[in-house]
């Protein structure tokens, strides 16, 4: 999800995933356990990053649960 404003944005990054149990309540596709990063930039030069856990669908990329 990248949310653009004036100045500031962020994107969030999957950096690697693995599969896991359990399946998505949208499209019923696999879950997996996700290594993401937020990355919170001003001009366009990184200033923030910040790395979590989530479970997220491998089909549809909805975001099952996370681990902040
Ligand atoms: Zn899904």
Same mark, same amino acid.
């Given at each position: !999800?990248?949310?653009?404003? #004036?100045?500031?944005?962020?994107?969030?990054?999957?950096? %690697?995933?693995?599969?896991? /149990?359990?399946?998505?309540? %949208?499209?019923?596709?696999?879950?997996?356990? /996700?290594? !993401? !990063?937020?990355?919170? %930039?001003?001009?366009?030069?990184?200033?923030?990053?910040?790395?979590?856990? /989530?479970?997220?669908?491998? #089909?549809?990329? /909805?975001?099952?649960?996370?681990?902040?």
């Amino acid at each position: !999800m990248v949310c653009f404003c #004036f100045l500031v944005d962020q994107t969030r990054k999957v950096k %690697r995933s693995k599969p896991a /149990a359990g399946t998505c309540s %949208r499209c019923g596709g696999g879950a997996s356990v /996700a290594d !993401m !990063m937020t990355q919170t %930039r001003f001009c366009f030069v990184p200033f923030y990053w910040k790395n979590w856990k /989530a479970i997220i669908c491998t #089909f549809c990329g /909805a975001m099952l649960k996370s681990y902040r």
